[in-house]
């Protein structure tokens, strides 16, 4: 069993700036990639930010500039750093981990249940 507990949401004024973490605990041998995704309002799902064991990263266009992801390979946590933050980027975010888990020989997608991110004055 693999669990991805988020933290690090809230409300937040146009302009702040907000810190999300998400840890991924468990029978873990190795994960290859974590990200952030996110469900605006009358929106699907779509990919904010993800970042490989390696350090390769991937922003979507609207974040660019403004969002930054890491990782702590040692600790299996994912940060996203939100800065200059819009009311448009009000939306539940989800991390997700790529993992392989230990005695297992397929990697597959592990999902955090959301935190509420809401930018409004």
């Known amino acids: 069993q693999v669990q991805l507990v988020e933290s690090g949401g809230g409300l937040v004024q146009p302009g702040g700036s907000l810190r999300l973490s998400c840890e991924a605990a468990?029978?873990?041998?190795?994960?290859?990639?974590m990200g952030w995704y996110r469900e605006a309002p009358g929106k699907q799902r779509e990919l904010v930010a993800d970042?490989?064991?390696?350090?390769?990263?991937n922003y979507a266009d609207s974040v660019k500039g403004r969002f930054t992801i890491s990782m702590d390979n040692v600790k299996n946590t994912v940060y996203l750093q939100m800065n200059s933050l819009k009311p448009e980027d009000t939306a539940v975010y989800y991390c997700?981990?790529?993992?392989?888990?230990?005695?297992?020989?397929?990697?597959?997608?592990?999902w955090g249940q959301g935190t509420q991110v809401t930018v409004s004055s």
């Open positions: 997700n981990a790529d993992v392989v888990r230990i005695g297992a020989w397929l990697r597959r997608d592990y």
């Open positions: 468990g029978s873990i041998a190795r994960i290859n990639d």
């Open positions: 970042i490989t064991s390696g350090g390769r990263t």
